[in-house]
């Protein structure tokens, strides 16, 4: 039962680091935070049977979108850190490395890159956005974040793992 419970709040913990860098890239390069709102739009045309958009921007809007996608982000992050913890096991919350959790945080980039913003009408990599190359680093770098994120926050928890 631990492993869970702490899996679920390395999740959170992660994705808060992740959503704490998108805040702070703000002033220091310039670029806006992740609208998670348009995620939620996504995820609720998806409920009645549309995957794809050519600009989900611009699709119909959705009750209750800006929570849907922030409860989709938080949600992913969960089962990303699950995802390392089914990998690298009980041992790396009891000895949090950063390799394993930066890798996981760096793997997780193919999610958006081939099924989110495909899907959102940002193609393949953020292929069909104004500034793909900035898009696909901003992305690489907002992975990492939460891979350090999952090593911050799994090196808080093994405190209470060990004990």
Do not use: K
Request: glycine share 12%; aromatic share 12%.
């Amino acid at each position: 039962m631990n492993t869970l419970i702490f899996t679920f709040i390395i999740g959170i913990g992660a994705t808060a680091a992740m959503d704490l860098w998108g805040v702070v890239r703000q002033p220091l390069l310039g670029v806006a935070p992740p609208n998670y709102g348009l995620v939620g739009r996504w995820f609720a045309h998806m409920a009645r049977g549309r995957f794809r958009h050519e600009s989900i921007a611009a699709s119909a809007p959705m009750r209750g979108e800006h929570l849907i996608g922030w409860t989709a982000h938080y949600l992913i992050g969960i089962a990303f850190a699950a995802l390392l913890i089914s990998i690298w096991g009980g041992e790396w919350l009891r000895q949090p490395t950063m390799g394993p959790a930066i890798a996981v945080g760096m793997g997780t980039v193919v999610a958006p890159f081939l099924i989110m913003q495909p899907g959102m009408g940002a193609g393949i990599a953020a292929s069909r956005t104004p500034r793909p190359a900035s898009a696909r680093v901003q992305s690489l770098i907002t992975h990492a974040v939460f891979g350090l994120g999952l090593y911050a926050t799994g090196w808080v928890m093994h405190f209470f793992y060990s004990s």
